[in-house]
T-cell receptor, first 113, second 113 residues
Framework: GNSVTQMEGPVTLSEEAFLTINCTYT??????LFWYVQYPGEGLQLLLK?????DKGSNKGFEATYRKETTSFHLEKGSVQVSDSAVYFC????????????FGTGTSLTVIP | DAEITQSPRHKITETGRQVTLACHQT?????MFWYRQDLGHGLRLIHY???????NKGEVSDGYSVSRSNTEDLPLTLESAASSQTSVYFC????????????FGEGSRLTVL
């Protein structure tokens, strides 16, 4: 079946530190992979996506590369800001198993000045 | 601008009461979803719909029901609220195509006393 496993949190970093949040997946077929971000008190919003192997998604300084050989989609940012404090969800979408999404448990990030 | 709205944003109710959470989207999306978000579990799918008159059970559907009488709305009903249903509920929608992006409402926080 389909599933997503992501790094346990919470994560606390100082401003300008390097961020990595690990995400691995199990899927049948050819899934698309996503990172969603949830700011305090808000719903989730798409941060970036990749639809096929070796694609790199990027947005707001965040990047993630779809690695089929390691079934991973790790989120990275070179220099985090206080405004990046949020919960980050890795997600998988597989049209081969209906229009359903599979989410990781979320990783809470706090960036301190 | 197209959007997805949920109401109420906050509700407190008592065990055994019936509760309905509303979800309305103006994206004209065929696919709509209800998730609950709980600490340690991330997002779990309750019910989903691929179009008018279509409803399907998700991973945690017991105690919940939905109906889809038009494209825009997917209300979620708790027939007899239980304390275990205290949670934050998110409605989401997506196109029928394989782009896979989900658009989320801002969430409804339900407390069952």
């Amino acid at each position: 079946g389909n599933s997503v496993t992501q790094m346990e949190g919470p994560v606390t970093l100082s401003e300008e530190a390097f961020l990595t949040i690990n995400c691995t997946y199990t899927a049948t077929g050819y899934p698309s992979l996503f990172w969603y971000v949830q700011y305090p008190g808000e719903g989730l919003q798409l941060l970036l996506k990749a639809t096929k192997a070796d694609d790199k998604g990027s947005n707001k300084g965040f990047e993630a590369t779809y690695r089929k050989e390691t079934t991973s989609f790790h989120l990275e940012k070179g220099s985090v800001q206080v405004s990046d404090s949020a919960v980050y969800f890795c997600a998988l979408y597989s049209p081969d198993t209906g229009n359903q999404f599979y989410f990781g448990t979320g990783t809470s990030l706090t960036v301190i000045p | 601008d197209a959007e997805i709205t949920q109401s109420p944003r906050h509700k407190i109710t008592e065990t055994g009461r019936q509760v309905t959470l509303a979800c309305h989207q103006t994206w004209n999306h065929n696919n709509m979803f209800w998730y609950r978000q709980d600490l340690g579990h991330g997002l779990r799918l309750i019910h989903y719909s691929y179009g008018v008159q279509d409803t399907n059970k998700g991973e945690v559907s017991d105690g919940y029901s939905v109906s889809r009488s038009n494209t825009e709305d997917l209300p979620l009903t708790l027939e007899s609220a239980a304390s275990s249903q205290t949670s934050v509920y998110f409605c989401a929608s997506s196109k029928s195509s394989n782009t896979g992006e989900l658009f989320f409402g801002e969430g409804s926080r339900l407390t069952v006393l």
